[in-house]
């Protein structure tokens, strides 16, 4: 399931293509995608311009210029590309937006050179041009979609940024819970944005057994569990996220961050800290990696 680093890569790739644009029309090729049930979602985007795209947590969330939001969840398996507008429509394509294209036009005097016109003195703005752009939404397996937001603020009962949590506040939501602590990072109402591969890696990071009762963890170990999350996430937003099956960014590039995984999908491999073999537990009915030498249980 694409992550923080994921979610928040895809952000940035499309922030560039959809800030400013129109949305032209919204071909739905599956309704069911779309919450609350029966929306008419492209009733209530064409025509509309995008004024902000921006990351909660794992949802994609999108600002239209009557105040109004949306946000896609990209589920275990969703990709949001842009595609060329004549390009082949794959299985699994759920929902079309075209958005309006740009184009360079120059400002000013064009001083001549040879048989080429150059503008170096020229100032150049983006215009609308007749090349629209699509972006579409594919999801195999369906656990994502598209939800309708209206003017509500997009967090909803969503927990605080793992990147700028501090260890008090963190400390004050672990201590509600006697759940395992790799439970609770899951859990999107303690902490908004980790998923399973960052809660494995961020736990080996501070040495902290993935069955350790959250209400248990001494404030030291809640210090360094905070700050190997963000240093986790941070290093994974430089390698632009993990691909292990389907994530891609909005221009369709793969991820790198998996290459340098610890412990995330090694079980059995030798731990890369003290070649320990990696083992792998189901917590959760969630996959769940760890290397005991590393991160031995607490005894109090």
Not at 17 to 25: D, E, H, M, P, V
Not at 26 to 34: K, S, Y
Not at 53 to 75: C, E, P, Q, S, W
Not at 255 to 260: D, E, F, I, M
């Amino acid at each position: 399931m694409p992550e923080l680093p994921e979610v928040q890569t895809v952000v940035d790739t499309l922030r560039p293509r959809l800030l400013g644009r129109a949305i032209l029309s919204v071909p739905m090729l599956r309704q069911d995608i779309v919450k609350p049930i029966g929306f008419d979602l492209s009733a209530h985007l064409t025509g509309r311009h995008v004024i902000d795209l921006a990351r909660r947590g794992k949802r994609i969330v999108f600002t239209l210029d009557d105040g109004n939001r949306m946000y896609v969840h990209l589920g275990m398996t969703g990709r949001l590309t842009m595609e060329p507008v004549d390009g082949p429509v794959v299985k699994h394509t759920h929902a079309i937006i075209l958005i309006e294209g740009r184009g360079l036009k120059a400002e000013g005097r064009m001083r001549k050179n040879g048989n080429r016109a150059s503008p170096p003195n020229s100032a150049f703005s983006l215009q609308p041009s007749a090349f629209p752009q699509s972006l579409r939404f594919r999801d195999p397996r369906r656990f994502g979609g598209i939800f309708w937001l209206g003017t509500n603020s997009a967090a909803g009962d969503m927990g605080p940024e793992p990147l700028s949590i501090r260890p008090a506040q963190f400390a004050r939501r672990l201590a509600r819970t006697t759940r395992a602590i790799k439970n609770v990072l899951l859990d999107q109402t303690v902490i908004a944005g980790i998923g399973n591969i960052y809660a494995d890696e961020s736990l080996f990071l501070a040495e902290i057994h993935p069955l350790a009762p959250a209400n248990e963890l001494p404030d030291g170990q809640i210090k360094r569990l905070t700050r190997a999350i963000k240093l986790t996430l941070r290093r994974a937003l430089r390698h632009r996220g993990s691909t292990l099956r389907d994530y891609v960014d909005a221009d369709g590039v793969r991820g790198a961050y998996q290459k340098h995984h610890r412990v995330y999908d090694r079980a059995g491999e030798p731990c890369r800290s003290c070649k320990t073999p990696i083992e792998r537990i189901v917590l959760g009915g969630r996959s769940t990696h760890f290397c005991p030498c590393c991160q031995r249980p607490s005894h109090h």
